[in-house]
């Protein structure tokens, strides 16, 4: 899948170091050829968690039988 800037994209698996979880929304801010993107995870009040190199198939666009859900997490960046 083709992701462009801005993008609401799906975290496919656990980054513990990062404290993030599979299912995970973030926002691609940065795309690097050829598969590279950078994306951000922030929490509901908008503070960056993580900003995170990942490769194009560590995350999926979303889809309309995707449900949002809220959790804590710890020591937000």
Known sequence: MM???LDVVVLNTDLPNHGLRRGDLGTVVEIYKPTGL?????TVS???KALVTLAAPDVRAVSDDDLVAVRPVSGAA
């Open 3 to 5: 992701f462009h800037t």
């Open 38 to 42: 950078e994306v951000e995870f922030v």
């Open 46 to 48: 908008g503070r960056t």
